[in-house]
């Protein structure tokens, strides 16, 4: 087949070009945007053990879904304290 040389000579053509671009270590700047998540909890007497619990629980489903975003937790009831949430990425 006469065309097959041609074809064959543009694949090698082709994946010459792409060892040389990828040994040529390329790089391109890309936007990045980081989420910071702060959840409020109130933990005072008032509070249901129910609503407690649910809050907990939506905590730890944004833990486990891994977004990325920096977690942390305030809770109060007579002062407020800065919880720094544990990333999942501590495997």
């Known amino acids: 087949m006469p065309g097959a040389s041609s074809a064959c000579l543009a694949l090698k053509c082709a994946v010459f070009a792409v060892l040389v671009i990828a040994l040529a270590d ?3 700047s ?3 945007q ?3 998540v702060t959840v409020l909890l109130d933990t005072s007497a008032s509070m ?3 609503s407690l619990l649910h809050g907990e629980a939506m905590l730890r489903d944004l833990v486990r879904k891994n977004s ?3 977690l942390r937790l305030i809770t109060f ?3 407020p304290i800065f919880v720094l949430c544990p ?3 501590t495997r």
Do not use: H, N, T, V
Request: hydrophobic fraction near 45%.
């Open 30 to 32: 890309m936007r990045m």
């Open 68 to 70: 990325g975003a920096s």
């Open 87 to 89: 990333s999942k990425r």
């Open 77 to 79: 009831a007579d002062a």
């Open 26 to 28: 390329p790089w391109a």
């Open 48 to 50: 249901p053990r129910e």
């Open 34 to 36: 980081k989420l910071a």
